[in-house]
């Protein structure tokens, strides 16, 4: 949830000026998020809760939210037992969010940076993956696997952008070394950070000139000619429809990163002539543009399938998406409790969702541009709020017609 609203508020802080009309929802949802982590990371000294439940349990039942009866065990990182990443990702989302509140309320901004630094410092102090501390409730569903470094540096990252302070500028300098990923693996997810905490301090080099994050700068035009066809550093894998292809399962978070990046990164691009050289091949931002608004496009309906991946939109869409409440009837219609087991049958079912799940992006095709439209297949049809978030600053960018 903290890497959703980092992603928000990213996409509001990037193009929230191309979107007067749902400006106002987009920072109530960043603050329906910032006000819970405020309380995680406030209700005692030296520690953040990071989950409510127990997902074995959880995942043994489906059931509506309304009639949920599974453990409300309550779980925290600490001194004694860390969580380096999770407490750094918090650490960015208060940050990041505190950007987007400053001159709307510049007192709730000043509450989120003040926080942020206090949560950072923690993450920082008493480093280790929250995963290895919590590892029976974390593993395997939001393992570590990229390491905490990643968020550490993430988070000093969204710091100095929020606050303007030497001190993470510094910090930067002299952990930046930690931040060399394998260029095929340069994907932003809720897990890695590399490539996003790269595209951003390379903005700070071309926005604010900052002459100590020039290295982004260059890492950046690598990653944006892994990604072009026909340069010479091209490596990424497409789908035949054009779809960007990074993991088997719910590969569309890895597509709105991708996407969201490339349109963000062009717009600091323009300020110094609006390309980038990829060895003998020079790149333009329309060639950037062009390559972020086939991914768009693809997701809403423009493949081989002809379906869209976000519920709701275009003429056909997933109907069977893998959640609980989509799937399971309504307490309108049905107001009696639905038990943990019973409401297996509508997850069995082959009926379509009663409930639709209006605007959610489900984890999409295969590499083969493939979708099984079934709820069982939850790497394909399981929606995610870290899939939406960057999607909304991609599709500002495109309905404003940039």
């Known amino acids: 949830m903290a890497f959703t609203i980092t992603m928000l508020s990213w996409s509001v802080i990037e193009f929230g000026s191309l979107m007067p009309k749902e400006l106002d929802n987009a920072k109530t949802a960043i603050r329906w998020g910032t006000d819970y982590l405020l309380k995680a990371a406030t209700a005692t000294p030296d520690t953040l809760y990071v989950q409510v439940g127990e997902p074995n349990e959880d995942h043994r039942c489906w059931e509506r939210p309304e009639d949920m009866d599974t453990p409300r065990t309550i779980f925290k990182v600490s001194k004694e037992n860390p969580g380096s990443d999770v407490a750094a990702e918090t650490a960015a989302a208060l940050a990041a969010a505190s950007i987007v509140f400053k001159e709307c309320d510049p007192s709730y901004s000043a509450k989120l940076l003040q926080i942020a630094i206090k949560v950072f410092d923690f993450a920082d102090r008493y480093r280790g993956a929250y995963s290895d501390s919590l590892s029976s409730v974390v593993c395997p569903f939001y393992c570590s696997y990229s390491g905490y470094q990643d968020e550490l540096l993430w988070g000093a990252s969204w710091l100095h952008a929020a606050s303007r302070n030497a001190s993470y500028l510094a910090y930067i300098n002299s952990n930046g070394n930690s931040l060399v990923p394998e260029v095929g693996d340069g994907v932003l997810s809720w897990d890695d950070k590399k490539i996003g905490t790269k595209i951003l301090l390379a903005q700070g080099f071309l926005g604010d000139k900052i002459q100590e994050l020039k290295p982004y700068k260059e890492y950046s035009d690598y990653y944006i000619c892994y990604l072009i066809p026909g340069t010479p550093n091209y490596q990424a894998q497409y789908t035949p429809g054009g779809l960007l292809f990074k993991r088997s399962s719910s590969n569309l978070q890895y597509v709105t990163t991708t996407a969201f990046l490339l349109l963000s990164y062009t717009k600091y691009l323009n300020s110094i002539g609006g390309k980038i ?74 009926s379509p969702n009663p409930n639709i799940l209006t605007g959610a992006v489900v984890g999409g095709p295969d590499n083969s541009d493939n979708f099984s439209d079934e709820r069982n297949r939850y790497e394909q049809a399981e929606p995610a709020t870290y899939i939406n978030a960057p999607f909304v600053g991609a599709l500002a960018f495109f309905a404003a017609g940039q």
Request: aromatic share 10%.
């Open 277 to 350: 050289s990829c060895g003998s091949k020079t790149v333009t931002t329309a060639d950037i543009v062009s390559l972020a608004k086939t991914q768009v496009d693809y997701m809403l309906g423009q493949n081989p399938a002809k379906m869209s991946y976000m519920v709701g939109f275009g003429s056909r869409y997933p109907q069977h998406v893998h959640h609980r409440g989509s799937s399971v009837p309504s307490v309108l219609s049905h107001p009696a409790q639905i038990s943990c087991n019973s409401g297996f049958q509508y997850f069995s079912s082959s």
